[in-house]
Nanobody, 123 residues
Framework: QVQPVESGGGLVQAGGSLRLSCAAS????????MGWFRQVPGKEREFVAR????????SYADSVKGRFTISRDNAKNTVYLQMNSLKAEDTAIYYCAACSDYGCYVSREFRYWGQGTQVTVSS
């Protein structure tokens, strides 16, 4: 079992920056990758970024490439999402999730989810 816990959400103006953190506890040795997803009311959950714990291989959604950066600190069992040049359309609940499978590119492959943290970007 892995229990991710997100933090760092809040209100920020368009063009600003915010850094989200996700601390994982439990059987963290089983983690292959950690990912960030976001969801707004009435829409399906959207993939944002993910990173593997071994090689730190990253993947990003086209909508955030060049603006968001995912990173990890294995010693702290923590993954970060640095969000720059924020836009109003980035407003969503951001979820951190852990995956124990190889690949980990789609939400169904992530078994363990955090409670979510709200990010609101004012325009």
């Amino acid at each position: 079992q892995v229990q991710p816990v997100e933090s760092g959400g809040g209100l920020v103006q368009a063009g600003g920056s915010l850094r989200l953190s996700c601390a994982a506890s439990g059987r963290t040795i089983s983690i292959y990758a950690m990912g960030w997803f976001r969801q707004v009311p009435g829409k399906e959950r959207e993939f944002v970024a993910r990173i593997t714990w071994g090689a730190a291989s990253t993947s990003y959604a086209d909508s955030v490439k060049g603006r968001f950066t995912i990173s990890r600190d294995n010693a702290k069992n923590t993954v970060y999402l640095q969000m720059n040049s924020l836009k109003a359309e980035d407003t969503a609940i951001y979820y951190c999730a852990a995956c124990s499978d190889y690949g980990c590119y789609v939400s169904r492959e992530f078994r363990y989810w955090g409670q979510g943290t709200q990010v609101t970007v004012s325009s």
